[in-house]
């Protein structure tokens, strides 16, 4: 199973910007997805999730402000963030968790919210 993530880039405060993240390979089953997030010098930290059955939990920090999606067709999940900060600077990676708790990492996307 790959994951192929896709959407980052440089944006202005305030701006959005949607990430994607399409899952390739035999998948038995998606237990859940999560969006993880690391910025230079710091933890890599869970910024959203969301499960097979839709249910879905946000860090504190982007609440409000982040939605996670998924489509269990096309094995993506998505996540649009509005209202950017310059501390939502970071190398976003998704990871799929697969119905025996397997994780698969994709490869991380840099956000970067400056003007």
């Known amino acids: 199973v790959q994951l192929q993530a896709s959407g980052g880039g440089l944006v202005q405060p305030g701006g959005s910007v949607r990430l994607s993240c399409a899952a390739s390979?035999?998948?038995?089953?998606?237990?859940?997805w999560g969006w993880y997030r690391q910025a230079p010098g710091k933890q890599r930290e869970l910024v959203a999730g969301?499960?097979?059955?839709?249910?879905?939990n946000y860090a504190g920090s982007v609440k409000g402000r982040f939605t996670v999606s998924s489509d269990n067709a096309k094995n993506t999940v998505y996540l649009q963030m509005n209202s950017l900060k310059p501390e939502d600077t970071a190398i976003y990676y998704c990871?799929?968790?697969?119905?025996?708790?397997?994780?698969?990492w994709g490869q991380g996307t840099q956000v970067t919210v400056s003007s």
């Open positions: 969301i499960t097979s059955g839709s249910t879905t």
């Open positions: 990871v799929l968790t697969s119905g025996v708790k397997y994780n698969y």
């Open positions: 390979g035999t998948i038995s089953s998606v237990y859940a």
